[in-house]
């Protein structure tokens, strides 16, 4: 019933959505009243995303090679999204030059990014990597502004910028006294995992626009599926060589039907009801998340280090994100706010699932 119920807003006339891009868009209707059913969506959301490393993890550790882990996920992410955009009924894309910018985006947002997440967690534990990849909306702070006119690198953005920074150098520094080190090798796969959702986040802001969240949603994902599944076909050969555990193929439906899927039906009801920069508080709770899960689960150290970074890590993002609440204590509140890139970066995660 609450699936059916969040379909039917997806659904609603194209001027109730913003005319942009989920996590791209500049969405910012009137701040509504908060009830605890959305707070029960922005939790789930929260959990979903940051539990996604957890799941890479066993899944990795149940015996699925990269590749095969990615294609399973993708193929019943695609395979939600479908379903979910037919029972809405949304109109898809007319322009030849808006699928191939959806293809950009499905190489940039979700195949190379979930290539190095997936391979960097063979090398380093899932809290980690839920640390290293929460670095998105810092990444954006130095890209957005080559690219886009609208952005600008204001005192607080340098300053998250500075601090994140420094929580990063916290994290790997056990690892750079030894540069030939598979931890540091996957610390750096998932700060490029990072840096490719950067990319994807200004390029989705500067081409894609006028289309209902769910299609980019789906479009993406299916164009990577429609990749990664050939490759893991050549190079895994999954059907003969591969022989994942009962956990293993729970990994993949928990990350390809509620990370890659129902995911989005939560952060696009977050998005209507709340805007986008209240949505993008979701990316304080993910390295909350991973550190949690991995350490019940999966029994991965806490350490001083990781909570120390961690820590510094989320006050530079809320420093980046400081700007729109800035402005609406000066009074300006009552002006349309425009989304800041790294305040909706986050919402790239929701491409991801991870």
Not at 148 to 174: C, K, N, Q, S, Y
Not at 175 to 183: E, K, Q
Not at 309 to 321: E, F, M, P, R, S
Request: proline share 6%; net charge positive.
């Amino acid at each position: 019933m609450a699936v059916r119920g969040v379909v039917a807003r997806l659904a609603m006339p194209a001027r109730n959505w913003p005319t942009g891009v989920g996590p791209t868009a500049r969405y910012h209707p009137a701040m509504q009243r908060g009830t605890s059913w959305v707070w029960l969506v922005f939790l789930t959301l929260g959990f979903l995303w940051g539990s996604s490393y957890l799941w890479i993890k066993i899944g990795l550790e149940g015996g699925l090679p990269p590749l095969t882990l990615i294609a399973g996920r993708l193929s019943l992410g695609a395979l939600f999204l479908v379903t979910v955009v037919a029972l809405a009924r949304q109109e898809l894309p007319r322009s030849r030059r808006m699928y191939g910018h959806l293809l950009v985006m499905a190489i940039v947002n979700i195949v190379l990014p979930f290539i190095l997440i997936t391979v960097g967690e063979q090398s380093i534990d899932s809290a980690l990597a839920s640390i290293l990849n929460a670095t998105v909306p810092l990444t954006v702070i130095v890209l957005a502004p080559m690219f886009l006119p609208d952005e600008r690198i204001t005192l607080p953005r340098i300053a998250g910028l500075a601090v994140g920074f420094a929580g990063v150098i916290l994290l790997v520094a056990p690892d750079l006294v030894n540069l030939s080190d598979s931890d540091l090798t996957g610390e750096l796969m998932m700060l490029g995992s990072s840096i490719a959702y950067g990319v994807g986040n200004v390029y989705a802001r500067r081409n894609v626009h006028g289309l209902r969240p769910m299609i980019p949603a789906l479009f993406q994902v299916s164009f990577a599926a429609a990749i990664v599944v050939p490759l893991a076909l050549v190079v895994d050969h999954p059907f003969s060589d591969v022989h994942p555990t009962p956990g293993a193929f729970l990994a993949v439906a928990w990350l390809g039907i509620l990370g890659s899927g129902f995911a989005y039906l939560c952060y696009f009801t977050l998005l209507q009801r709340w805007g986008a920069t209240r949505t993008s508080m979701v990316a304080y709770l993910l390295p909350v998340v991973g550190i949690v899960l991995g350490a019940l689960v999966l029994g991965e150290p806490i350490t001083l280090n990781r909570i120390g970074g961690t820590l510094l890590v989320i006050a530079g993002i809320a420093l980046v994100n400081s700007g729109p609440a800035l402005r609406r204590i000066r009074g300006q509140s009552g002006e349309r706010e425009q989304v800041p890139a790294a305040a909706s970066d986050s919402g790239a995660q929701a491409e991801r699932g991870a």
